[in-house]
């Protein structure tokens, strides 16, 4: 409780559960269901008595995060196109967009993260063996989205512009395919899901219901693609990303961790990036 008699955000007895704690004649405690209080009232976020493995964050920290992330990727675009009239290896230019891009949120999340007091590492929940199979089952998930919102795009017309379509191209330097395999698929799903799944995620179930949650992360991670140079065939790309999003987010949020999330969302990438370069994306 703070000074001023309010009670802190935090995870509480569940005053509506019949789970409640007790002593086994083992003398081991059985926890009961906790419920999350978010500093002025009750919300949806429940645990069996678990409640660190998915603990949510202040709103203030997801607003944090995704305004210095989508910040720190105009950046990089910017600064990239300002350093293309050096002549250096493509390797350099790809790390440094990835560093300006993703390198600040990072550490604004480890900041904010651990002044909310999340004591999971990076917010990833823990881990365990079953996520090994748990990963490719969200990835066929995520692949069904796709296929469904990519079917409604084209039926109904959206402009849409893939975001690997340049990869096509027979004569791009070896240097350069193997910097985009690295961040497309170690980099970017390790990165994004903790940003997304491990921070935004948190810190909006916390404060709305599950299911507006959900949504609103995985429009943002939708948003988070968006490239002026693509024009309005952005509008078509953004859906079907959120769709991917949606779909992580509720993995995340069901299994209480972002490993499996994380697994997914690399197999993803792997799996458009090897159409693109074989000529079949």
């Known amino acids: 409780m703070s000074s001023d008699g309010r009670v802190e955000p935090g995870w509480y007895p569940d005053p509506w559960s019949k789970r409640r704690p007790y002593r086994r004649a083992s003398g081991a405690d059985r926890p009961g269901d906790l419920r999350w209080w978010n500093g002025t009232g009750w919300t949806e976020t429940v645990a069996p008595g678990r409640g660190e493995e998915f603990e949510p964050l202040p709103l203030r920290a997801g607003a944090i995060v995704v305004a210095v992330l989508f910040v720190s990727l105009i950046a990089s675009r910017i600064l990239i196109d300002l350093l293309l009239t050096f002549d250096w290896p493509i390797v350099v230019f790809v790390a440094i967009g990835a560093t300006v891009g993703y390198g600040p949120p990072l550490v604004v999340a480890l900041v904010v993260g651990r002044r909310a007091g999340c004591s999971r590492l990076w917010f990833a929940g823990r881990w365990r063996m079953s996520d090994l199979g748990w990963g490719p089952v969200v990835w066929l998930s995520c692949v069904v989205g796709q296929v469904v919102v990519a079917l409604v795009v084209v039926a109904t017309g959206i402009p849409f512009t893939g975001n690997i379509e340049d ?12 910097s985009v395999l690295v961040i497309g698929v170690l980099v970017a799903p390790i990165v994004e899901e903790l940003l997304f799944r491990g921070v935004v995620l948190r810190s909006l179930v916390g404060t709305m219901g599950h299911s ?26 953004v859906l079907v990303l959120s769709t991917v999003g949606m779909v992580l987010g509720g993995a995340t949020l069901m299994l209480r961790r972002v490993w499996p999330a994380m697994i997914a969302h690399g197999i993803l990438n ?8 074989t000529s079949f994306g």
């Open 167 to 178: 990869l096509d191209s027979g004569d791009l330097p070896r240097d350069y395919l193997i």
């Open 212 to 237: 507006a949650a959900v949504v609103l992360q995985g429009i943002l991670f939708g948003a988070a693609h968006v490239d002026p140079m693509r024009g309005v065939g952005n509008v078509g790309l």
């Open 270 to 277: 792997a799996v458009a990036l090897a159409l693109a370069l």
